[in-house]
């Protein structure tokens, strides 16, 4: 702990040193060390942890993952903080749910349990996973650093196996949620800054050839009769096998030296889609190793300014949503997302965009169940650091992250690379990098982002447009614009050439005690807005779907007054998420009417 410094002979590192971080700062787990899990039997890490926030990084400054076990007794030096002793809090969880001082808590937290192996650890390989942790987390086993990751919204993956010992091990996470200029999303957002490792924690167990990767999808050659898989196996294989029973196939794949390798195969799935959501059992074999999924088949694409699915227009008739909960913050769980998408059905939605960040992967499993299209996005979030190289490693990462995650749902359709950014000659770098990334790492799905209006010429107007499949548009004509024949202007002026989303819009409606009865943040006037905003829309012929702003009222620090107090009052449903507000309604009923046309071949209503 009391380490001299090279400053001075006088001087103490853990005093002294402001580079502290950067010996711990390697962001070396990332989307290389991710492994498939599909199939695997996990051993839950999940329970009390034991807690401490730590503002100033004295943890990493006085080196607390290197403390061992040690009755107060014996110590030769004081401790200010011990890792094994005193206050636990739940994982997965929100410190700024579990106690009001920690509401506004921004910086480093340290989580600490004890990892009993039993047994022979010889012949196994064992891999921690974290399912989230908001931002900046770093892994130390027995007092030894493993690594860090970046993102608060993608799970990453942390090889143990070198550094577990028989009998008790000490894991130790250290998580921080510091809004800095150079991450993904920078400082300045609107949704709350939560912090902790609120998603699952697991270990797992896989033999000495482990299989990273398995990517299985359609052939996008609109012939609906090829299915092709995509293999990646660490260790002792020269091939692996493909099985999908319903369908009778059963492939050998040679693996090259990497470990890679790919089979194309003939066969004529039934392909899935919101109404027939068919799913298909998958199962890989490679070296003793066994990985399952269940996969839908299908077949997106743009042609001019329509989205077709297996060949079909498609209308996109959707709801945005956050990750977010009253009590729980950005904890989810299987019970809250199925109510999502009942709320989703009661709305006549086939679709839904999952902003602003990735959402927890079993909203895209029971998407593919029960037969929901997604639009999954990335936090590139108005103006980050597009100069930094730094920063677009870390976005380009964290796209890659979802994308391996979650490339085997159906439901997934469209990657979105940001949200809202200022048209520049960077930004239009970093993002034209990004959207061909998704391209290399899932050719089979559409790119989008939300891009710009150019409100001086009242047209759609985005460089970025010209790289992406799907332009999306965030508008709010009737709140934050006030001239709402500035939508229909724009409609008038614009002719894009591909089709266009309005991503969001919409308006606050507080409802409840000490609600306005009329004006802005009404519920009458919210409900107005969706009238007109869905009169303006509808003929609009390259508009091919809408997701408004919000089904949920969100948690928010940045909006403060009367009506809002901390949450954002755009939501359908209150955050209560049960209480419905008028404007649901209007919405559905236009949601009821495109859907009954489209049944009955009438194409655009």
């Known amino acids: ?28 787990l990332n989307h290389e060390t991710m492994i498939f899990t599909g199939g695997r039997r996990g051993i839950s890490l999940d329970g009390d942890w034991n807690f401490c926030v730590d503002l100033l990084d004295t943890g990493l400054r006085q080196k607390w993952f290197s403390m061992l076990p040690m009755p107060a007794e014996e110590r030769t030096e004081p ?54 942790a908001q931002y900046d987390c770093k892994v130390f086993l027995n007092g030894v650093f493993l690594g860090n990751h970046y993102g608060g919204s993608t799970p990453f993956f942390c090889e143990l196996t070198d550094h577990l010992q028989p009998g008790r091990n000490w894991l130790m996470l250290m998580v921080n949620n510091t809004r800095t200029l150079d991450r993904v999303p920078m400082r300045n957002t609107d949704w709350f800054n939560y912090g902790g490792v609120y998603r699952e924690v697991e270990l797992y167990e896989t033999p000495e050839t482990v299989i990273r990767d398995l990517f299985v999808h359609l052939v996008p050659d609109g012939a609906y009769s090829r299915i092709r898989a995509e293999v990646e196996v660490d260790g002792d294989a020269s091939e692996a096998v493909l099985e999908i029973p319903e369908l009778g196939l059963s492939e050998t794949i040679a693996l090259d030296a990497d470990g890679r ?14 109404e027939t959501p068919k799913l298909y059992g998958v199962v890989l074999t490679a070296g003793g190793d066994r990985v399952e999924d269940r996969v839908g088949f299908r077949q ?37 997302l199925r109510r999502r998408f009942e709320h989703a059905r009661a709305l006549n939605c086939n679709y839904l965009r999952l902003a602003h960040y990735p959402h927890h992967e079993m909203a895209a499993r029971l998407a593919d169940e029960l037969g929901f299209l997604l639009w999954e996005e990335i936090p590139v979030y108005w103006a980050v650091a597009f100069d ?104 008038r002026n614009s002719d894009p050439g591909k089709p266009v989303v309005i991503s969001e819009t919409g308006a606050d409606g507080a409802i409840g005690e000490g609600a306005p009865a009329r004006g802005l943040f009404s519920e009458a006037y919210m409900t107005e807005v969706y009238r007109r905003q869905i009169a303006t829309l509808r003929d609009l012929s390259y508009v091919k779907g809408m997701s408004p702003w919000i089904l949920y009222d969100f948690r928010v620090e940045r909006r403060q007054n009367i009506f809002q107090r901390g949450y954002n009052k755009k939501g359908l449903i209150a955050a209560d998420k049960t209480t419905v507000k008028e404007a649901f309604g209007v919405l559905a009923a236009y949601y009821a009417e495109r859907r009954e046309a489209e049944a009955a071949g009438e194409g655009d209503a």
């Open 300 to 336: 997106v694409e743009r042609v001019g300014d329509e989205i077709l699915l297996n060949g079909k227009a498609l209308f996109l008739r959707g709801i945005s949503v956050h990750e977010d909960d009253r009590d729980m913050g950005k904890v989810t769980s299987e019970a809250d």
């Open 388 to 491: 930094n190289p730094a920063t677009y490693r870390d976005a380009r990462n964290q796209l890659i992250e979802l994308v391996k995650r979650d490339r085997n749902r159906a439901s997934v359709v469209i990657w979105s690379v940001g949200n809202e950014n200022p048209d520049t000659d960077a930004r239009l770098a970093f993002m034209k990098g990004l959207a061909e990334t998704a391209k290399q790492f899932d050719p089979t799905r559409l790119t989008s982002a939300a891009c710009l209006v150019n409100h001086a010429r009242n047209r759609i107007e985005d460089r970025l447009a010209e790289h992406i499949d799907v332009i999306g548009i965030n508008e709010y004509y009737g709140w934050y614009e006030e001239n709402f024949e500035d939508l229909v202007a724009i409609g």
């Open 1 to 28: 702990m009391l380490e001299r410094s090279a400053l001075a002979e006088n001087a103490l590192q853990a005093l002294h040193d402001e580079d502290y971080d950067r010996p711990f700062n390697t962001q070396s």
């Open 79 to 132: 401790w200010d903080y011990d890792p094994y002793e005193g206050e636990t809090v739940p994982v997965p969880s929100c410190w700024q749910m579990l106690k009001e001082k920690w509401y506004f808590f921004e910086g480093s937290t340290w989580y600490t349990r004890p990892l009993d192996m039993a047994g022979e650890l010889a012949g196994k390989r064992r891999f921690l996973r974290v399912g989230a």
């Open 261 to 274: 390798g790919t089979v194309t195969v003939e066969t004529r799935p039934e392909l899935w889609s919101p």
